[in-house]
């Protein structure tokens, strides 16, 4: 078969896999054609043929093409020490990741994020959306490893005003954050949208980390700018019982009180919310980023993302930087809601296969405010999609696509990756640069890096456990 590489670098081609993943399912007989990476038309071959008659088709037998998928939720800074975490506690962002990456430089951020986006592309996700505070610097090199990679970003910047001190921030200081926050927001606004992959977004870190005023300030800008606005929601039972005790409220009931809810607002996590609260989401169209393996790593609650599909709550599915492989998520995904509740309900198919796919492609896009960019495989959406090897004999016979997607596709089948109509990696490896050298003259940044962070690791490496 013709390099896909060699045929997306026509300004226009069309591709004729055995299955295309649509909305509607997958379906045989079809053609995907892409204009300016753009997709123009997907529909049945002989539509095609009949409009275009002398267009050329390539053909893709033994494949199928899916849309690629969405991390709605990850660190770009957490790229090296990922193992560290492992038997750890609660609340590894205190001890392991904020004291790693503050200790970072531009050069760092760009190395680390660019490692992660390798992890990404190889594990089938062709767009990101980064949680961090960062500095104009910061964010600079972040976006530029984005764009040497071609990957699709969601990048964030913030503010943060501790809270959980005696002495509180009186209006002074929370005036002076938020003036902070409008020069930092406009700067960061105007680098993100000088790169066409690259969409803005701000965020503050938890209920902890900010008054009331400077959540307001941050999520009414955001609405009126256009924005993304990001907040981890009820994740840790210490989070909850803080705010309970020092406000009488709930995190995402405080939120709610102070604007930080609405249509533009991405809630990560929401593993600890009651009914009530789900209701709040609901009904301020409010979007969730269910992250399957951070509760099962770290230990907090399952999010109950069953729930959040039968009520209409909008959500995608997040790594929080622990796996970059989009098609063990999905499996993670379904499973974490099969031990959480399936089982003791009975309740055999935990949404089916197709659930989990929707949520990790088009919900994920959605709740990330790519909903009319990207996310699907629909004529006017971009062209970012990824090609399946189906000849394994994981996946044969072939009997429920997907199903076989959720459960039985490795990474090692995504035969290629496609963003914006442009192949950026092909049989697991990146188009334009090499990954083998990039690995090899970081791997010493990576580990000084780690062993400079003032990291403080309870559990200790997996070797003292076998020695006891």
């Known amino acids: 078969m013709t390099s896909i590489t060699q045929i997306t670098r026509s300004r226009s081609f069309a591709l004729a896999p055995d299955l295309l993943l649509t909305s509607d399912g997958a379906c045989s007989g079809m053609v995907v054609q892409v204009v300016d990476g753009e ?4 529909g049945p071959r002989k539509t095609f043929e009949a409009r275009v008659p002398r267009t050329p088709i390539t053909d893709l037998p033994d494949r199928a093409i899916i849309p690629g998928f969405i991390d709605a939720h990850t660190h770009l800074g957490q790229a090296f020490g990922k193992a560290i975490t492992g038997g750890e506690p609660a609340q590894i962002w205190r001890r392991i990741w904020t ?5 970072y430089d531009p050069e760092t951020v760009y190395v680390s994020a660019k490692w992660m986006f390798l992890e990404a592309l190889r594990g089938g996700f062709t ?3 980064n949680f961090a505070l960062l500095d104009e610097a910061k964010a600079a090199a972040l976006h530029q490893a984005a ?12 503010a943060a005003l501790s809270v959980e001190g005696a ?3 009186g209006a002074r200081e929370i005036s002076s954050a938020v003036d902070t926050m409008h020069k930092r927001a406009e700067t960061h606004i105007s680098l993100c949208r000088a790169h066409p992959l690259i969409t803005p977004s701000l965020c503050v870190p938890a209920v902890q980390a900010a008054p009331g005023e400077l959540m307001r300030e941050l999520s009414d800008y955001s609405a009126k700018n256009n924005v993304l606005f990001q907040i981890h929601t009820n994740e840790h039972h210490v989070e909850v019982h803080w705010s309970v005790c020092s406000y009488g409220k709930r995190p995402l009931e405080y939120f709610a009180d102070h604007g930080a809810v609405g249509p533009h607002t991405l809630h990560h996590h929401c593993t600890l919310v009651t009914d009530r609260e789900i209701e709040i989401l609901r009904d301020t169209g409010s979007g969730v980023s269910y992250n399957p393996l951070a ?5 907090d609650r399952v999010a109950p993302a069953l729930a959040f599909a039968a009520r209409g709550v909008r959500f995608g599915i997040g790594t929080d930087s622990t796996r970059s492989d989009a098609l063990r998520l999905l499996e993670s995904a379904e499973s974490a809601q099969r031990f959480a509740q399936g089982m003791q309900l009975a309740d055999f198919s935990c949404g089916a296969a197709w659930t989990w796919i929707d949520a990790a492609t088009r919900g994920s896009a959605d709740v990330s405010g790519l909903g ?3 996310g699907e495989i629909k004529t006017g959406l971009r062209a970012d999609f990824l090609i399946l090897d189906r000849r394994q004999p994981e996946v044969n016979p072939s009997w429920d696509f997907e199903w076989e997607v959720v459960r039985l596709y490795n990474r090692d089948q995504i035969e290629a990756v496609i963003i914006d109509g442009r192949t950026v990696m092909e049989h697991s490896q990146p188009v334009g640069w090499d990954a083998t ?5 970081n791997r010493k940044r990576a580990q000084d890096a780690v062993c400079a962070a003032p990291i403080i690791r309870c559990h200790g490496p997996s070797a003292h456990a076998m020695n006891r």
């Open 99 to 103: 004291p790693m990456e503050s200790s």
């Open 147 to 158: 764009v040497d990679v071609g990957i699709r970003l969601v990048s964030s910047t913030g």
């Open 437 to 441: 050298e990039f690995l090899e003259t």
């Open 372 to 374: 009319g960019v990207t």
């Open 127 to 129: 767009g990101i959306v």
């Open 39 to 42: 997709i123009a038309f997907v």
């Open 167 to 169: 002495d509180r921030p």
């Open 295 to 299: 509760s099962a790593w770290k230990g």
